[in-house]
């Protein structure tokens, strides 16, 4: 008699295809939530005992957490590229050959190619209703204003709330500049003996300097200085806008009470589409600078503004969690969260206060491929897909995972036509599977490769080889405070022949070098390295660099402005749909 009911059922079935995309117990929804330049050690969940992160820390106890989860690049831009497409951004263009590895001026031109295939997109093509709340820093426009063409809506999130580029220190009023260090690759020395020694030889009638020639230096070196004081004037306006979808509706940005927003945003969106599958990317502006937070938390944390910013972040994780929990949504919704990279240990304040996170007992943070640098928070929860109860897991797991895991579970299927580096996080999860599929993973400083990872499959070794490291600045620290941020070229990095060998699984800190008379394996470890990474070379297709200097200068032609010109870009028109339910 059943049986009569199920070419009953497949015509339904059939009929109702993805348009009308009703919950299917298989398929989860996706709430992904990525903290910017978070440590993992400001977790309480992590260790962090003074910083109080109760609600991520209850994703941990009803879910997974993952203690060696690695991010795919130690900035944001390439970190971003590489979580959403699953691939090392080498692969799409995101890595920069050159000091500069992230985008700081919204109106260049670079950006996440369209060839590109995000979760976001695939998911979307299988009936998900997709969001991106918060900061994208992937590019957004091409040759117009508005042609959008890196916007997120041309990689998959149908609804947009936030940020094209990211937050910045001169995002907010009285918290210093990100331009500030910038005088200091200015030859200021070098510039003065040569005008002083051409006008000396001038004077003595050893050359003859032509007047035009005198006049036209100093004139060109006027503009430049003015160009840069304009630049600096009105990066504010031009860079800190408020995005909604394809509209900038507030320019510049007030951030103080951002994260409150973009929690009632979530929450709407939630509500909205609590009857048909979803996938939120909830991407917070903090605890990146310039650091905020609402009057509720201000001066609650016992870590200054840093701490106050990093509990109102787990705030705003718990009103999440609720909502799921008030919509009945908890147990079909796989929630998980991260770092795009650790803790920005440049970030002092003029003032001398700590702006940055901890990254615990690894070394080092943002902007090298340390531990400190690129070992990040891993927290997965679904109750209806695996067992959590605070489970650990400590295989070797990427940001990049989080791209064949959410596309295999919201139907669609993996891409064939490109190189994935990201694998499956299921069999780990639902522990069928022991062993992570990262045998080798490749670390990257902008586009140079930098150190790689080797879990041999029949070991307990976790080896990490660099070919390089950052030279720190000043020399004892674990920062590169000159640059405000660690380079990956020639003068700023020391390269090891034969290459520095550590043992993660013995140290972690990194503290110790193994050398051949320590280590029996020495030279077997690199031999079988040096054969991977030529594999892996061999693998990387080049394409077109989206972080030239061409892609990441200020092309007027593609500045977003929602006011007339001569209103100097400013609104203030975001229109929320009336306060959800928020609570302390
Ligand atoms: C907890 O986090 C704060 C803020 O980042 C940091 O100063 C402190 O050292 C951390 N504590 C531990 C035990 O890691």
């Not at 609600?55 to 203690?67: A, K, M, P, Q, Y």
């Not at 998980?336 to 990279?341: F, K, P």
């Not at 080896?463 to 070229?489: D, L, M, Q, R, Y």
């Not at 029996?520 to 061999?538: C, D, K, M, N, S």
């Given at each position: 008699m059943a049986r009569a009911w199920i070419p009953v059922c497949a015509v339904l079935m059939l009929l109702c295809g993805s348009a009308c995309a009703t919950r299917d117990a298989r398929r989860p929804n996706f709430v992904l939530i990525m903290v910017d330049?978070?440590?993992?050690?400001?977790?309480g969940c992590y260790g962090n005992n003074t910083l109080k992160t109760p609600n991520i820390d209850r994703l941990s106890e009803e879910g997974v957490r993952l203690t060696q989860h690695i991010a795919s690049?130690?900035?944001c831009t390439p970190s971003r590229a590489g979580f959403l497409t699953g691939r090392y951004p080498i692969r799409s263009g995101m890595a920069s050959q050159s000091k500069v590895g992230v985008y700081i001026i919204s109106a260049a031109s670079g950006g996440l190619p369209n060839q590109e295939l995000t979760f976001a997109r695939l998911a979307k093509e299988q009936g998900y209703s997709t969001a991106l709340i918060g900061k994208w820093h992937l590019g957004l426009n091409c040759e117009r204003h508005d042609d959008l063409c890196h916007h997120p809506s041309a990689h998959g999130f149908t609804h947009f709330y936030g940020v094209s580029m990211t937050n910045l220190r001169d995002c907010q009023p009285g918290h210093g500049s990100v331009f500030s260090h910038v005088h200091t690759h200015v030859p200021y020395g070098a510039l003065a003996a040569g005008a002083l020694a051409v006008a000396l030889l001038h004077a003595r009638g050893a050359v003859r300097v032509p007047r035009r020639a005198a006049l036209g230096s100093l004139g060109a070196l006027a503009l430049a200085a003015a160009l840069f004081c304009a630049f600096r004037g009105t990066f504010r306006e031009l860079n800190c806008f408020l995005m909604r979808g394809g509209e900038v509706v507030e320019q510049p940005l007030v951030l103080e009470n951002m994260t409150r927003r973009m929690t009632a945003e979530a929450l709407h969106f939630l509500e909205r589409n609590s009857e048909k599958p979803f996938l939120l990317f909830l991407s917070f502006l903090q605890v990146h600078t310039a650091l905020f937070a609402s009057a509720d938390f201000?001066?609650?944390?016992?870590?200054g503004l840093y701490g106050d910013a990093v509990m109102e972040v787990d705030w705003s994780v718990g009103q999440v969690l609720r909502a799921l929990d008030r919509l009945q949504l908890a147990e079909q919704t796989l929630v998980y969260l991260t770092s795009d990279q650790g803790p920005h240990l440049e970030e002092i304040s003029e003032r001398g206060e700590v702006h940055h996170g901890s990254s615990g007992i690894y070394k080092a943070g943002k902007s090298t491929n340390w531990e400190g640098g690129i070992r990040v928070p891993g927290l997965l929860r679904w109750p209806g897909g695996f067992p959590g109860g605070g489970r650990e897991i400590s295989e070797v797991t990427s940001n990049m995972d989080l791209f064949p895991t959410v596309v295999k579970l919201s139907g669609a299927s993996v891409p064939q036509d490109r190189e994935i580096d990201g694998r499956d996080l299921l069999p780990l999860l639902r522990g069928e599977s022991e062993r992570s599929e990262h045998e080798f993973l490749f670390h990257y400083c902008n586009a140079y490769l930098n150190a790689v990872r080797w879990t041999p499959r029949d070991g307990s070794a976790v080896w990490k080889v660099f070919f390089f490291s950052p030279i720190f600045h000043p020399e004892n620290s674990s920062a590169c405070f000159h640059t405000h941020a660690c380079f990956c070229t020639p003068g700023y990095v020391t390269y090891h022949q034969p290459p520095l060998l550590f043992d993660l699984s013995r140290d972690p800190s990194e503290s110790r070098p193994l050398a051949p008379d320590t280590e029996p394996a020495f030279h077997a470890v690199l031999a079988a390295v040096a054969e991977a990474t030529e594999r892996h070379r061999r693998g990387v297709v080049p394409v077109p660099d989206q972080l030239t200097l061409g892609h990441m200068l200020w092309k007027p032609w593609l500045q977003p402005c929602c006011s007339h010109w001569s209103r100097l870009c400013r609104c203030a028109r975001d229109r929320q749909q009336g306060e959800p339910t928020l609570s302390q």
């Amino acid at each position: 008699m059943a049986r009569a009911w199920i070419p009953v059922c497949a015509v339904l079935m059939l009929l109702c295809g993805s348009a009308c995309a009703t919950r299917d117990a298989r398929r989860p929804n996706f709430v992904l939530i990525m903290v910017d330049d978070m440590g993992i050690g400001d977790l309480g969940c992590y260790g962090n005992n003074t910083l109080k992160t109760p609600n991520i820390d209850r994703l941990s106890e009803e879910g997974v957490r993952l203690t060696q989860h690695i991010a795919s690049a130690p900035l944001c831009t390439p970190s971003r590229a590489g979580f959403l497409t699953g691939r090392y951004p080498i692969r799409s263009g995101m890595a920069s050959q050159s000091k500069v590895g992230v985008y700081i001026i919204s109106a260049a031109s670079g950006g996440l190619p369209n060839q590109e295939l995000t979760f976001a997109r695939l998911a979307k093509e299988q009936g998900y209703s997709t969001a991106l709340i918060g900061k994208w820093h992937l590019g957004l426009n091409c040759e117009r204003h508005d042609d959008l063409c890196h916007h997120p809506s041309a990689h998959g999130f149908t609804h947009f709330y936030g940020v094209s580029m990211t937050n910045l220190r001169d995002c907010q009023p009285g918290h210093g500049s990100v331009f500030s260090h910038v005088h200091t690759h200015v030859p200021y020395g070098a510039l003065a003996a040569g005008a002083l020694a051409v006008a000396l030889l001038h004077a003595r009638g050893a050359v003859r300097v032509p007047r035009r020639a005198a006049l036209g230096s100093l004139g060109a070196l006027a503009l430049a200085a003015a160009l840069f004081c304009a630049f600096r004037g009105t990066f504010r306006e031009l860079n800190c806008f408020l995005m909604r979808g394809g509209e900038v509706v507030e320019q510049p940005l007030v951030l103080e009470n951002m994260t409150r927003r973009m929690t009632a945003e979530a929450l709407h969106f939630l509500e909205r589409n609590s009857e048909k599958p979803f996938l939120l990317f909830l991407s917070f502006l903090q605890v990146h600078t310039a650091l905020f937070a609402s009057a509720d938390f201000r001066g609650r944390s016992a870590h200054g503004l840093y701490g106050d910013a990093v509990m109102e972040v787990d705030w705003s994780v718990g009103q999440v969690l609720r909502a799921l929990d008030r919509l009945q949504l908890a147990e079909q919704t796989l929630v998980y969260l991260t770092s795009d990279q650790g803790p920005h240990l440049e970030e002092i304040s003029e003032r001398g206060e700590v702006h940055h996170g901890s990254s615990g007992i690894y070394k080092a943070g943002k902007s090298t491929n340390w531990e400190g640098g690129i070992r990040v928070p891993g927290l997965l929860r679904w109750p209806g897909g695996f067992p959590g109860g605070g489970r650990e897991i400590s295989e070797v797991t990427s940001n990049m995972d989080l791209f064949p895991t959410v596309v295999k579970l919201s139907g669609a299927s993996v891409p064939q036509d490109r190189e994935i580096d990201g694998r499956d996080l299921l069999p780990l999860l639902r522990g069928e599977s022991e062993r992570s599929e990262h045998e080798f993973l490749f670390h990257y400083c902008n586009a140079y490769l930098n150190a790689v990872r080797w879990t041999p499959r029949d070991g307990s070794a976790v080896w990490k080889v660099f070919f390089f490291s950052p030279i720190f600045h000043p020399e004892n620290s674990s920062a590169c405070f000159h640059t405000h941020a660690c380079f990956c070229t020639p003068g700023y990095v020391t390269y090891h022949q034969p290459p520095l060998l550590f043992d993660l699984s013995r140290d972690p800190s990194e503290s110790r070098p193994l050398a051949p008379d320590t280590e029996p394996a020495f030279h077997a470890v690199l031999a079988a390295v040096a054969e991977a990474t030529e594999r892996h070379r061999r693998g990387v297709v080049p394409v077109p660099d989206q972080l030239t200097l061409g892609h990441m200068l200020w092309k007027p032609w593609l500045q977003p402005c929602c006011s007339h010109w001569s209103r100097l870009c400013r609104c203030a028109r975001d229109r929320q749909q009336g306060e959800p339910t928020l609570s302390q």
